[in-house]
């Protein structure tokens, strides 16, 4: 089957355009390298099924990053490339096309963002470009739609052009006489959000503004998740799941087997979904009565402060910190990923140039970072003996993920490269854009996590059944008491752990634990280990020896932090 | 600190607003491949538009594109100063 490549620099529209052609949606997000890995989708093409491929952004066919070294590795494969081009910046997006064009590989150019050069007053003569490329070059906004049939219409035109210039002087000036022959800028007038990035790149402002992005944001993700689970998710499952479930508990005589695999226990004969522990009662409620709320508040902020633009910008002010762990500043970018789940925070952090960079990144998100379903279930259960105490979660996680960053920086051998990075201009997101986004993620966790919940309840209940905890917990015991100061049923909810965290923390429910012990038990699991599904991610990024390593540090951490708590609270 | 027209200094010396023109880049070939990238190289003009605090990094315009670049990168890159713009009167 033919293959076509979409390559271009990065942040120029090539996840967007994919979704266009193809119908397959991606994540897009307006800051560079979004595109980690690459992703394959459909198109008809006549009467022909053609695969097309989104690539990760790349400035040139030198690659720095893993990224990019992923981007110049699918160039082998491909047998026609649509070279897509951020339109408003055509001088630095030709040196790619000009190397592309000396590939042995048919090139069609999509000269996206069509829609922002008239906003900047930029002028660009597509014929006399296509005349001097020697390949066709279609206009697009792959945010609209705009242009895609007439970019797919004239695919079968690409082709190699005889391209001839040594050396990257002699490419410059070639791409130099290029733009000053097609483009012409007129005057335009600063819009309000030009002013806007002024304001921020002020680093007074900066601060004044990063501030009250990331209060407004924690605010209006708690704010929402409340309401959702208050005003639709309980009253759904009080009014409507409750009482189909009661129905069938009375079916199936209110115990034995079954009973307690579905239903689980009844207390005071009811279904109480933070004890009951069946797969249809808890099994159900955790995932979508709990942390789906949360899931859909967190993304839906995520998503606007993604394609606004304002992440780079958040990078630059962190910079400075960043470095003191080892990191620079853009690795906020996979950290702040990571508090919504770790999986794709950890694949971001591909987007860091050096291994010492991507291994520090990776264990801190593991320990300090939780994600979303742990968030909310940590609100949800320790946040019911007063806020102070999810306070004190939090903080512990931050503390530590700041002293094991730089004890890191220090004891990895390698070196930290500094920051140098585009930094996109602020953009007024479509509404249609920022939903198709939101559906993505929360249908992605919907089909990802709740199986894995599922799976995991029905997992608790067997080993129950069998009686394995108790004698696990027996040996976990002196641990756990002596230097915890937890009961020895806690170790339940680690176990569960390795599998689904949000399921751990609603294993603590039943165990009337004191705040305090609540405290520990929440931090040593957010920071023991991580998920299964971030395990598994962590091992093919990081490979098996930097794994075990980052595990060690991850239990030596959490059994630390722990005690700490343990002594101090 | 006023720069003056035809002065030579690192771009992280220059005062927000100022124009120059890159004239060298210190450093290896690395450094230099990885700014050419984005577009930074000898004969660019570039306007400095930022600095953070605590040796953080410089922000600058190349063209229609912003580019924040490390502090020690900023030393590196050396500029001609283009137009004379006493210190924080510089325009934006
Ligand atoms: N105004 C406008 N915005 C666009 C257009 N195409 C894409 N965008 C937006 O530009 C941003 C970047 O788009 P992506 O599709 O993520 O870019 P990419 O090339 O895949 O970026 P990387 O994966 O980082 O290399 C997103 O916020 C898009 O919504 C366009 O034609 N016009
Ligand atoms: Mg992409």
Redesign the interface.
């Known amino acids: 089957m033919m293959r076509i490549l979409l390559v271009g620099n990065p942040n120029v529209g090539k996840s967007a355009l994919f979704s266009r052609i193809t119908g397959t949606h991606i994540i897009a997000s307006n800051y560079p390298g979004t595109t980690v890995g690459f992703t394959k989708g459909f198109l008809k093409l006549g009467e022909d099924q053609v695969q097309v491929i989104d690539v990760p952004g790349t400035?040139?066919l030198?690659p720095?990053s893993k990224a990019e070294e992923v981007a110049v590795e699918m160039l082998k494969d491909g047998d026609l490339v649509i070279d897509v081009v951020d339109a408003?910046?055509l001088?630095?997006n030709l040196?790619l096309t000009l190397q592309l064009l000396k590939r042995q590989i048919p090139v069609i150019v999509a000269l996206n963002m069509w829609d922002d050069t008239h906003h900047?007053g930029?002028n660009i003569n597509v014929g006399k470009l296509e005349e001097l490329l020697g390949v066709p070059v279609a206009p697009t906004v792959a945010v609209t739609g705009q242009g895609i049939k007439g970019l797919i219409g004239r695919l079968p035109e690409a082709k190699v052009p005889k391209t001839t210039y040594s050396g990257?002087d002699e490419r410059?000036a070639r791409i130099g006489d290029i733009v000053k022959q097609v483009q012409s800028l007129s005057h335009h007038h600063h819009t309000w959000y030009e002013h806007l990035?002024?304001a921020s790149?002020?680093?007074i402002g900066?601060i004044f503004i990063a501030l009250l992005v990331l209060s407004a944001s924690f605010w209006f993700i708690r704010f929402v998740g409340e309401g959702i689970i208050s005003y639709i998710a309980e009253p759904l499952f009080e009014w409507l799941w409750t009482p189909l479930l009661m129905k069938l508990s009375l079916v199936l005589d209110s115990g034995g087997f079954w009973h307690n695999i579905l239903i689980g226990k009844l207390i005071n004969g009811q279904i109480d979904y933070s004890q009951s522990f069946g797969l249809l009662s808890t099994g159900f409620y955790i995932p979508l009565g709990a942390v789906l709320p949360y899931i859909v508040s967190f993304y839906l902020v995520l998503g606007m402060l993604e394609d606004v633009g304002y992440l780079?910008r958040l990078?630059?002010?962190m910079?400075?910190l960043m470095h003191k762990l080892g990191l620079?500043?853009y690795a906020i970018i996979p950290t702040i990923l990571g508090f919504g789940c770790n999986v794709p925070g950890i694949m971001a952090t591909r987007i860091l140039e050096s291994r010492k960079e991507r291994f520090i990144a990776a264990t801190l998100i593991s320990i300090g970072i939780p994600c979303a379903a742990l968030q909310a279930m940590i609100i949800g259960l320790v946040g019911q003996h007063g806020g102070q105490y999810v306070a004190m979660v939090y903080g512990s996680l931050f503390v530590s993920w700041l002293i094991i960053g730089f004890i890191l920086n220090h004891a990895v051998r390698g070196f930290s490269?500094?920051?140098?990075?585009?930094?996109p201009?602020y953009r007024l997101p479509l509404l249609r854009i920022i939903a198709e986004k939101l559906w993505l993620r929360v249908h992605g966790f919907i089909k990802e996590a709740l199986p894995v919940v599922l799976g995991t309840v029905l997992v608790i209940n067997i080993l129950y059944a069998m009686g394995i905890f108790n004698s696990i917990a027996n040996v976990a015991a002196p641990v756990l008491t002596n230097l915890l100061g937890l009961p020895k049923e806690t170790i339940v909810a680690l176990v569960v752990g390795f599998l689904r965290k949000d399921v751990a923390i609603g294993m603590l429910a039943p165990l009337a634990l004191t705040a305090k012990q609540l405290v520990v038990s929440a931090t040593v699991l957010a920071m023991f280990f991580p998920c299964a599904a971030t395990f598994v991610i962590l091992a093919r990024e990081l490979g098996a020896r930097d794994t075990l390593k980052a595990a060690g540090i991850m239990i030596a951490a959490a059994l630390t932090m722990g005690g700490l708590q343990n002594l101090i609270l | 600190m006023a720069m003056y027209p035809g002065e030579q200094i690192p771009l992280r010396q220059m005062n927000i607003g100022q124009t120059g023109t890159v004239i060298r880049i210190l450093g290896g070939r690395g450094l230099m491949l990885r700014l050419e990238a984005l577009d930074i190289r000898p004969g660019k003009k570039v306007t400095k538009i930022s600095s953070t605090f605590l040796r953080g990094p410089v922000t600058l315009r190349v063209d229609n594109t912003q580019v924040a670049v490390g502090f020690g990168m900023a030393n590196k890159i050396i500029v001609k100063i283009d137009q004379f713009l006493p210190g924080n009167f510089a325009g934006r």
Do not use: F, K, M, Q
């Open positions: 400035y040139t030198e720095i408003t910046n001088e630095r040196n900047r930029i990257s410059w990035e002024d790149n002020d680093h900066g780079p990078a630059i002010l910079d400075t620079h500043g490269p500094e920051i140098l990075v585009e930094i201009p």
